[in-house]
């Protein structure tokens, strides 16, 4: 059984002062999983994992993931003035990004952020429209049909990113004799992927990638980006990703392909975003309705516009009724929201204790790609978000949104 860090009496209470929906992160279990991911791989100098702002882009959040180490993986301008406006500046942000502004590449020369190419023509694109080529580079890697992609992300032969193997070697020879000298590559081939083998071949093709790049072309890399895509278990009885298994493997590839072949030691990074706090993320909502017709439905006060995933992606996420967890979950609902789109639902035949008109229910594993993909079709708000601090006192991170901010762009 999933397990919540608050109860019914403290959701009573909040609710009574700010009104469902809303969400609730738990800053100490966030600290302690970024703890646990650094002494994980602290056999390696200079680790680091650039947490993908795009999965929880609150300021709030991205503070504290700086305080224990973690940089900032951006791929856009908002992204990257957010990141700023958290103190993360310099080499801690990645520009990972793609059909690329040029105000979005200026704005990540102006912070100093590595920027990960993800075209050999945006060589040429960043020379004339921004600036001599950085410091330090970096390519995005496709390796196109030498791997396979997982049912989220696709396959790699079919994806807009990155770079084939030969443009890979043409890429840093170009920026060799340009007068770069600070290297870096990455690839990003999966989205949440819990079978750890998955992620061993990653990093032994990528790490192989770059002994033949140094060896063919005498690129020093400075650093290696396994990407993301670590995974979490939304639904029982999936286990959780065993990185442990992934630090050990990876160990043993660094020193195969990379140091025993003669390339110097080098940094690896990654840029975990939903393994970092999705598990610790809650979407709090109460019951309007019940309806009984061909089926069995609850109307709650949330909707697809809070999260989208049930409704665009079929995802599983589990859900508490509060103040009935020891109850027998011998009743059959869809949990739905009030849009006009008949997939506005959370669950689909959920077995849950009997539910009653008023009752809290939370939605758990919320804490990665759940408000930020929030949108606001039906005129819908967007709802508030707080942080439950180590203290266990609840503080607000981001105020419900209000129909003067919906109208606030509109001209009558």
């Known amino acids: 059984m999933k397990k919540l860090p608050f109860n019914k009496k403290q959701m009573d209470e909040l609710s009574k002062k700010y009104p469902t929906?809303?969400?609730?992160?738990?800053?100490?279990?966030?600290?302690?999983?970024?703890?646990?991911?650094?002494?994980?791989?602290?056999?390696?100098?200079?680790?680091?994992?650039?947490?993908?702002?795009?999965?929880?882009?609150?300021?709030?959040?991205?503070?504290?993931?700086?305080?224990?180490?973690?940089g900032a993986d951006c791929s856009s301008l908002g992204e990257l003035f957010?990141?700023?406006?958290?103190?993360?500046?310099?080499?801690?942000?990645?520009?990972?990004?793609?059909?690329?502004?040029?105000?979005?590449?200026?704005?990540a020369h102006e912070l100093g952020a590595i920027i990960n190419f993800d075209d050999i023509s945006h060589i040429d694109f960043y020379e004339k429209n921004v600036a001599k080529l950085p410091e330090i580079v970096c390519f995005r890697y496709n390796p196109g049909y030498l791997k396979d992609g997982n049912e989220i992300i696709g396959q790699p032969k079919d994806a807009k990113y990155g770079l084939t193997t030969?443009?890979?070697?043409?890429?840093?020879?170009?920026?060799?004799?340009?007068?770069?000298?600070?290297?870096?590559?990455?690839?990003?081939?999966?989205?949440?992927?819990i079978n750890p083998e998955y992620f061993l071949e990653t990093i032994k093709l990528l790490f192989s990638l770059a002994r033949d790049t140094f060896k063919k072309e005498g690129i020093v890399f400075e650093f290696i980006n396994i990407g993301g895509g670590l995974?979490?278990?939304?639904?029982?009885?999936?286990?959780?990703?065993?990185?442990?298994?992934?630090?050990?493997?990876?160990?043993?590839?660094?020193?195969?392909?990379?140091?025993?072949?003669?390339?110097?030691e080098l940094k690896i990074f990654m840029e975990s975003g939903r393994y970092i706090t999705g598990p610790y993320g809650y979407l709090v909502s109460r019951v309007r309705h019940k309806k009984e017709i061909y089926k069995n439905y609850i109307g709650v006060d949330a909707s697809m516009s809070n999260l989208m995933r049930p409704g665009i992606y079929g995802a599983y996420h589990h859900i508490t009724v509060l103040g009935k967890e020891n109850m027998k979950n011998n009743k059959t609902y869809d949990v739905t929201g009030s849009l006009c789109e008949n997939n506005d639902k959370f669950a689909i035949d959920r077995k849950l204790p009997e539910i009653n008109v008023g009752d809290l229910l939370v939605v758990h594993d919320v804490g990665a790609h759940g408000h930020a993909m929030g949108f606001q079709y039906n005129a819908k708000l967007r709802s508030a978000e707080f942080l439950l601090k180590e203290n266990k006192e609840f503080e607000m991170i981001r105020r419900a949104e209000n129909l003067n901010d919906y109208f606030s762009t509109l001209n009558f």
């Not at 600290?31 to 882009?57: C, E, H």
């Not at 043409?170 to 992927?193: D, P, Q, W």
């Not at 065993?242 to 493997?249: A, H, L, P, T, W």
Request: net charge positive.
């Open 21 to 70: 929906p809303f969400y609730i992160y738990d800053e100490k279990e966030i600290r302690k999983n970024v703890k646990n991911l650094y002494k994980t791989f602290s056999w390696v100098n200079g680790f680091k994992n650039y947490f993908a702002v795009k999965a929880l882009p609150n300021p709030s959040i991205l503070s504290i993931l700086r305080e224990e180490g973690c």
């Open 82 to 107: 957010l990141s700023q406006k958290s103190n993360i500046s310099g080499e801690n942000i990645m520009f990972t990004s793609n059909d690329t502004p040029v105000e979005d590449f200026k704005k």
């Open 166 to 193: 030969e443009q890979i070697f043409e890429a840093y020879r170009i920026c060799k004799k340009k007068g770069v000298k600070r290297f870096g590559l990455h690839t990003m081939v999966c989205s949440n992927e």
């Open 231 to 264: 995974g979490i278990p939304y639904k029982e009885p999936e286990k959780k990703l065993d990185i442990e298994k992934i630090s050990k493997g990876m160990k043993i590839l660094y020193n195969e392909s990379l140091i025993q072949e003669g390339h110097p």
